[in-house]
Nanobody, 115 residues
Framework: QVQLVESGGGLVQPGGSLRLSCAAS????????MGWYRQAPGKQRELVAS???????NYADSVKGRFTISRENAKNTVLLQMNSLKPEDTAVYYC?????????WGQGTQVTVSS
C-alpha cells in the first residue's frame, strides 16, 4: 500500500501564496507521476498540476504562470507552490500518485482564498 500525507493548506487573502506538500510512503518502487487535483463545492475534481518521474510537468490553464509543481525524488515528495491566489482557487486539494496501473490519493487539504 501507498500512503500520501498532505500539508500546507489554509486561509489566505487574494494575491497571497501557499505551498502544499505531499509525502508518499509505503510500497513505493516505480512512481510514474505525482500531482495535485482540486475539487470545489458542487464541481468535479480537476487536475491542477502533475509531474512525471522524468520531470515533465503539466498544468491546468487556469493556474499556468501562478503555480509551480516540483518533486524531491529522494524523499518521494511533491510540492505545489501557489502564488497570486484567487478566490476561484478555493477548493480541497488532493495529492495523487500513479504507480504502475494504480492511482493513490491523499485525504485532501483545504485551501481558502478570501479577504
Amino acid at each position: 500500500q501507498v500512503q500520501l500525507v498532505e500539508s500546507g493548506g489554509g486561509l489566505v487573502q487574494p494575491g497571497g501564496s501557499l505551498r502544499l506538500s505531499c509525502a508518499a510512503s509505503g510500497s513505493i518502487f516505480s512512481i510514474y507521476a505525482m500531482g495535485w487535483y482540486r475539487q470545489a463545492p458542487g464541481k468535479q475534481r480537476e487536475l491542477v498540476a502533475s509531474i512525471t518521474s522524468g520531470g515533465s510537468t503539466n498544468y491546468a490553464d487556469s493556474v499556468k504562470g501562478r503555480f509551480t509543481i516540483s518533486r524531491e525524488n529522494a524523499k518521494n515528495t511533491v510540492l505545489l507552490q501557489m502564488n497570486s491566489l484567487k478566490p476561484e482557487d478555493t477548493a480541497v486539494y488532493y495529492c495523487n500518485l500513479v504507480q504502475l496501473i494504480y492511482d493513490y490519493w491523499g485525504q485532501g487539504t483545504q485551501v481558502t482564498v478570501s479577504s
